[in-house]
């Protein structure tokens, strides 16, 4: 049995424990990385403890856990893992906020639902309801499923306490248009404005601010960093009329223009009431170590003689799986399978680069032994 190669007859025998990133390092958008294959049956043949923890979300956790399951085939051999999602701390804030807007794939506003919030839209639910909103949307807006299941969306008093990305949005015009919308309203009520002075938005959550993500085509995408980015630039300008109605000023005064730019970045951020979760946040970690930690004890029920070792994160991009899992002090592994490759400017130090999750899994298992 692997644990018998940790065994000390003093001290607790020390188990490490994966904290595995998904895309990137288990698969590539929808193709799996076959290394993986090898991985998660070396640890669970070996009664090593693993999760999974992804920037990824707009769907459920054991939901994510059999997409990717059923991606590298392995659905049969190991029915569950533990999946932390960039979106799954949300379920704290069920009581706080009551009416909630969704953004993400069409229909994620189930998963708010199903997390307990009581009144979630999503820009589907809106576009039937509001002829023009998004005048551009490719949705086919979801207005009558949403009155038969939930009844009639309250059209002079819809009113949102907060905006709560999932995912990377579908429709980027529908709901970028919306969520600024809502974002520079007087305070959450749809269809109005509100132009006072120290004026602060309601509260948006982003489940993560990845820029890039890897999918099968060769060079990294945008994630939903990318997004967040186009948004505050469209809110910046809402907020600040002048730039965009007087043309002659930007284009004849570079300094003018450097000095708009710098005081509508500042107010941005002064104005939008934003926050982060996902890789690099902490919050993340804390997450998946809790989830490792009760995976741990489901496979060491006595828990006598073991203890949870060090803690290796295998990421593949160094941004946001390296440098977060560095901070909150776990062993971090970098793969090339990803973001991540020889030309990438590395500006963090891994514990480890290696060329896949296989790699990394036996790397770490023979420093813990
Ligand atoms: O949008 C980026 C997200 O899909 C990345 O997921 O698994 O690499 O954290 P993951
Ligand atoms: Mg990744």
């Known amino acids: 049995m692997f644990q018998n190669r940790f065994f000390s007859s003093l001290t607790k025998t020390k188990i490490p424990g994966f904290v595995f990133d998904i895309d990137g390092v288990l698969v590539q958008g929808s193709k799996a990385i076959p290394e ?44 569950n893992v533990r999946t932390v999602l960039s979106h799954t701390p ?11 807007f969704a953004v993400g794939p069409i229909g994620c506003s189930r998963v708010l639902k199903q997390y307990g919030f009581k009144n979630v839209y999503e820009a589907g639910d809106l576009i039937g309801e509001y002829p023009g909103i998004a005048p551009f949307n490719m949705i086919t807006h979801r207005a009558e499923k949403y009155l038969s299941q939930n009844g009639r969306i309250p059209k002079d008093k819809l009113q949102f306490d907060a905006v709560m990305v999932l ?14 919308d809502i974002l520079t309203s007087d305070n959450g009520k749809l269809g109005t404005t509100n132009y006072t002075k120290n004026a602060k938005s309601i ?16 060079l990294p995408r945008f994630a939903l960093g990318a997004f967040r980015e186009i948004l505050y630039k ?33 107010s941005v951020k002064k104005f939008i009431n934003e926050r982060v979760m996902g890789k690099p946040e902490r919050i993340a970690y804390e997450f998946a170590e809790k989830e490792l930690r009760a995976e741990f004890k489901d496979l060491y029920a006595s828990g006598e003689e073991f203890e949870l070792g060090d803690v290796y994160m295998v990421g593949d991009n160094p941004l946001s799986d390296i440098i977060g899992a560095k901070n909150y002090g776990w062993k971090t592994c970098l793969v090339k399978t990803g973001v991540y490759n020889d030309e ?26």
């Open 167 to 180: 995912s990377d949005p579908r429709d980027w015009s529908a709901d970028l248009q919306i969520v600024a």
């Open 90 to 100: 949300y379920k704290a804030y069920k009581e706080q906020y009551k009416t909630v």
């Open 234 to 266: 469209v809110v910046s300008i809402i907020k600040s009329p002048k730039l965009v109605t007087l043309p002659n000023e930007m284009t004849n005064s570079n300094t003018k223009l450097v000095h708009d730019k710098a005081s509508q970045e500042y």
């Open 344 to 369: 990438y400017d590395l500006q963090v130090e891994p514990s480890m680069i290696v060329e896949n999750v296989e790699e990394a899994v036996n790397k770490g298992v023979n420093q813990s032994s």
């Open 203 to 218: 509260p948006i959550f982003w489940s993560q601010r990845d820029f890039q993500w890897k999918t099968e085509y060769s």
């Open 36 to 79: 993986a294959r090898n991985a998660l049956r070396f640890l669970n043949n070996n009664k090593i403890p693993f999760v999974f923890l992804t920037n990824s979300g707009g769907l459920l956790e054991r939901e994510k856990t059999a997409q990717v399951l059923t991606k590298l085939g392995m659905l049969d051999e190991i029915p």
